[in-house]
């Protein structure tokens, strides 16, 4: 099972505040995924990077995905309080058809 | 509703009972997931149905643990002789299909909060 890490652990920043959350392997990635999930609720997809050196934007968030598809990164503008919530990043190995997840980064932002 | 449906949200149980918990896909989703999320461990895949049958049932973790899905569309996963570390949030999603390489999208339940006392 190939591990995920994610840093920080734990963020919290002032609305209006820019941040980037991380995740690394040290295997390959064949794709990966960013959810974000709000207590009592599951996770949300929020994109799927493929390619290495993609970069894809959804509105205020920018996630890229590294060259050698080891790592990947999520760019917040701005940071609003609506965007509070654990930031998880998973994958699915080549063949695989579960979804090995990262322990996530838990965003804090204060009004 | 349109989304995944779990129940019961939350569940308290003393130590050695049984639980069942139960998930309603999005219609038409053929594939079924169960995790589990607890602290410190993070989200945790068990076990995929494709359909009614699950190839694969490594992930679960104690033979204590089984899952089995009818119709093509409800799923049980039911815990017998439960312990305290079976604690955790139990979260169910559903696909179209099977999900490789991120190719279709896993839409996830609000999840069973379950705790053994």
């Known amino acids: 099972t190939q591990l995920l890490e994610q840093s920080p652990q734990f963020l919290s920043i002032q609305e209006g505040e820019n941040l980037t959350v991380y995740c690394n392997s040290s295997?390959?990635?064949?794709?990966l995924q960013w959810y974000r999930q709000e207590p009592g609720e599951g996770p949300v997809l929020l994109v799927t990077v493929v390619t290495g050196g993609e970069v894809k934007k959804l509105k205020r968030l920018t996630f890229q995905f590294g060259d050698a598809r080891k790592d990947s990164s999520l760019h917040i503008t701005a940071a609003q309080t609506g965007d509070t919530g654990l930031y998880l990043c998973?994958?699915?190995?080549?063949?695989?058809?579960?979804?090995?997840f990262g322990k996530g980064t838990k965003l804090s932002v204060i009004p | 509703g349109a989304g995944v449906s779990q129940s019961p949200s939350n569940k308290v149980t003393e130590k050695g009972k049984d639980v069942e918990l139960r998930c309603d896909p999005i219609?038409?989703?053929?594939?079924l997931y169960w995790y589990r999320q607890s602290l410190g461990q993070g989200l945790e895949f068990l076990i995929y149905?494709?359909?009614?049958?699950?190839?694969?049932k490594s992930g679960l973790p104690s033979d204590r643990f089984s899952a089995e899905r009818t119709g093509g569309s409800v799923s049980t996963l039911t815990i017998q002789r439960t312990q305290q570390e079976d604690s955790a949030v139990y979260l169910c999603?559903?696909?179209?299909?099977?999900?490789?390489?991120?190719?279709?999208?896993?839409?996830f339940g609000p999840g069973t909060r379950l705790t053994v006392t």
């Open positions: 295997s390959v990635f064949s794709s």
């Open positions: 998973a994958t699915a190995g080549a063949g695989s058809y579960q979804l090995t």
């Open positions: 219609s038409g989703h053929t594939a």
């Open positions: 149905f494709q359909g009614n049958s699950a190839p694969d």
């Open positions: 999603a559903s696909s179209l299909a099977l999900a490789g390489q991120g190719a279709y999208e896993q839409y």
